[in-house]
């Protein structure tokens, strides 16, 4: 379809979005969905594309781990050779319809869950969230780490698979609008979605007669135990949904956010797959104690697609009680931030209402010309990492992408469409 002008194409892209139902089928190996982990060693990271010589260290430690856990080779050192000899081929989740959390590293026999948007019929895929403490996505690679993903890939994800497949698909939006009554904003804050999740599946889980009493349990406990397990959920279902959305290559609405620890990238739906990039910054916010800002590593992570979507720190009046964590201060901070990112959006999700904003739905539809136009940057909440590999989440904050992202996107959009900047 031809639109008229940018606003009626922009607003092609927002109904799509409200219109997206993604719905979580299942928990699968990586390489049985994704094909490119089929044809040689290769691993998947977050951001836009990168080499790993330009990989912040927590995102070489995950590397480092990843190799250990498929079994590559079997130590640290001979990791690291193996990734700097360029063996391994490195590819954005993003470009094979998938999202990873920090580092975003992911390989062939890890676990991904599978969101599929019923709207559009396509799918999005995303890793399964570790817990806390000293995990793959932060940059650690101990004997710890590689026995829980090995745990995850052996026990966790046959048992969500088998629980799947005794109900029905399970309808993520029905969930979101549950638990952002409830206090989530679905990025830094997922404990009641993470309980309504657990709410919905331990009854499947129970019932299985196919899977030993000690693995039942030890699932439910860790399902019970992880605050942020739905985080992971809600990627890949903002994946699948925004991914639907911009099969509308028209307009300039931000279609994906994500960072690599080097560069922060955006997609807008004008513009198809190209990247729009700038230097990445830093978090700002609330460190566990005895670290510092002097700790921290630039951001990283494709996490940011909860925010383009419209949730995480786009939603920050709906969790109040993450503000503190954050470090961005209390209720009235909340509802400035929220009030603050109505100028860069094009219109509310009726689908997500908000009880302490009136009721008002998300924000939907970041706009790349209202960002360059009012200089008002989204806010994004996210972990922050140590800056040394294998120490692993030092604090949360928040924090905004460059600028020049914007500037770049709407630039070439102009450009395509026929008018010299």
């Avoid at 990873?100 to 019923?118: F, R």
């Avoid at 745990?151 to 952002?180: H, Y």
């Avoid at 309504?196 to 000690?214: G, H, M, R, Y």
């Avoid at 908000?354 to 806010?379: H, M, N, S, Y």
Wanted: proline share 5%; hydrophobic share 45%.
């Amino acid at each position: 379809m031809v639109y008229k002008n940018i606003d009626e194409a922009n607003q092609a892209v927002v109904t799509k979005i409200i219109a997206g139902a993604p719905f979580l089928l299942d928990v699968v190996p990586a390489k049985s969905v994704i094909d490119e982990f089929n044809h040689g060693k290769v691993l998947l990271h977050a951001g836009p594309p990168i080499t790993y010589d330009k990989m912040v260290d927590p995102i070489q430690g995950a590397c480092v781990g990843a190799v250990l856990f498929e079994g590559w080779v079997d130590n640290e050192e001979d990791a690291r050779k193996l990734m700097e000899s360029g063996e391994v081929k490195l590819i954005p989740c993003h470009h094979v319809d998938a999202v990873g959390p920090m580092g975003g590293i992911t390989s062939a026999n890890m676990a991904v869950l599978v969101v599929e948007n019923k709207t559009d019929g396509n799918r999005a895929y995303c890793t399964m969230n570790e817990g806390i403490g000293a995990v793959l996505r932060f940059g650690a690679y101990s004997k710890e780490v590689i026995d829980r993903l090995t745990w995850m890939k052996d026990v966790l994800a046959p048992t969500l698979s088998k629980a799947l497949k005794v109900r029905e698909p399970l309808n993520v939006n029905v969930l979101v609008a549950k638990a952002i009554a409830m206090g989530d904003e679905f990025h830094q804050r997922n404990i009641a979605a993470s309980l309504a999740f657990l709410k919905e599946v331990a009854p499947s889980i129970v019932s299985l007669t196919n899977v030993d009493q000690k693995e039942k349990e030890e699932v439910i406990q860790f399902l019970a135990d992880t605050d942020q397990f739905f985080l992971n959920i809600m990627m890949a279902s903002a994946k699948s949904v925004m991914d639907g959305a911009r099969m509308i290559q028209e307009g300039t609405v931000v279609t994906a956010m994500c960072r690599n620890g080097y560069e922060f990238g955006i997609r807008i739906a004008g513009m198809g797959d190209e990247w729009f990039t700038g230097p990445v910054n830093t978090p700002q916010g609330l460190y566990f104690s005895g670290f510092s800002e002097a700790d921290a590593a630039p951001d990283m992570g494709d996490s940011a697609i909860t925010e383009t979507f419209g949730v995480g720190g786009m939603a920050m009046i709906a969790a109040p009680a993450v503000t503190r964590f954050v470090g961005s201060g209390g209720f009235e901070d909340a509802l400035k931030t929220s009030e603050e990112m109505t100028e860069i959006t094009l219109d509310h999700n009726p689908n997500f209402a908000i009880p302490t904003w009136d009721f008002q739905g998300i924000t939907i539809g970041i706009d790349a010309r209202k960002v360059v136009e009012t200089g008002i940057l989204p806010v994004i909440n996210t972990g922050i990492a140590n800056k040394k590999a294998g120490k692993g989440q030092i604090g949360a904050g928040t924090v905004t992408p460059p600028i020049d992202c914007f500037e770049k996107a709407v630039l070439a959009y102009a450009k395509k469409l026929g008018f010299e900047a």
